[in-house]
């Protein structure tokens, strides 16, 4: 069984040059939001401890805007010309409404609170691709087949059910099975996440990806490797990092309506209504960060 890992390859030539020092989004993401917290702590300080004047104390919030607002704006508007609705979108009109108001802190801390979100989400996409690329180094690419008492190694796109594999002292097991020989134990920790050897005799089921204990056994593959327990795990995590959940469109979550002859003397031009299940579904416990 082979495991497909995605790469992406700089272009040649001044593409490659670019590539090189531009910075990924899980670094510009963080990068961000590091400028922000020590920007909105600065100005704190500056505000609580100090008797410089109010445009002094607003100079590190004008760095936060500048340096981290400026670019996640940017990045939503080419989001939302390209017709990508998400809940980061009220994030960037809050932070460009918070510039027009001129409240530039509260402008900063949205910053921080998308750019964060970002990061993390980056970071555990990142985890979760360092897991599969783990589980992909520890599936076996060869078996042991057993044929009138003889050993042939075989790839294990070869293996076929029915046939009988012996699986040596400390060896992954290739595929699913029943043992038919031998007394043993096997670490299936990896897949179950119980921390205790199991024992093996005959009759017992083992699953591709355990670890053999001291003892070589002998099983009777019940299914291919494609289709083993090992190698469904793996597809799922493959499946869950490449198809990410989609965010509801904005609009089933925000109701914008014209406002009627109650509403004439009302300051806001536009009612906003929306319900409070739709808001938490949205957000999430990131904030403004996709899910």
């Not at 005959?202 to 591709?208: I, R």
């Not at 990806?209 to 299914?223: E, F, M, P, Q, V």
Request: some cysteine; proline content about 7%; hydrophobic content about 45%.
């Amino acid at each position: 069984m082979s495991v497909a890992v995605q790469s992406i390859s700089p272009p040649a030539g001044s593409g490659a040059a670019v590539r090189d020092w531009w910075p990924s989004p899980a670094a510009r993401a963080s990068g961000i939001a590091a400028l922000a917290l020590a920007g909105i702590l600065t100005h704190l300080a500056l505000r609580w401890g100090s008797d410089a004047s109010p445009g002094a104390k607003a100079l590190p919030l004008y760095v936060v805007l500048i340096g981290g607002g400026v670019p996640l704006v940017l990045s939503l508007a080419l989001k939302l010309v390209r017709r990508e609705f998400g809940s980061d979108l009220l994030a960037g009109i809050s932070i460009v409404a918070a510039v027009l108001l001129q409240e530039y802190l509260a402008g900063a801390l949205v910053v921080l609170m998308l750019s964060g979100g970002e990061a993390l989400e980056a970071f555990a996409l990142g985890r979760a691709s360092s897991v599969l690329q783990a589980l992909a180094r520890r599936m076996p690419l060869v078996a042991h087949r057993r044929i009138n008492r003889q050993v042939a190694e075989v790839q294990l796109a070869d293996v076929r059910v029915g046939d009988e594999l012996v699986v040596y002292p400390h060896e992954i097991c290739p595929v699913d099975g029943v043992i038919v020989e031998g007394h043993g134990v096997m670490d299936e920790s990896y897949l179950t996440g119980e921390p205790f050897m199991m024992p093996k005799a005959p009759g017992s089921d083992v699953f591709s990806g355990a670890i053999n204990g001291d003892h070589a056994l002998t099983l009777r593959a019940s299914r291919l490797a494609v289709d083993s327990r090992y190698a469904r795990i793996m597809s799922v995590m493959r499946d869950s990092e490449q198809r990410r959940p989609q965010l509801r469109p904005l609009t089933a979550n925000l109701k914008v309506t014209t406002p009627g002859p109650a509403s004439a003397k009302a300051k806001s031009p536009w009612s906003v209504r929306a319900q409070s299940s739709s808001i938490q579904s949205s957000f999430g416990a990131k904030g403004f960060a996709r899910p």
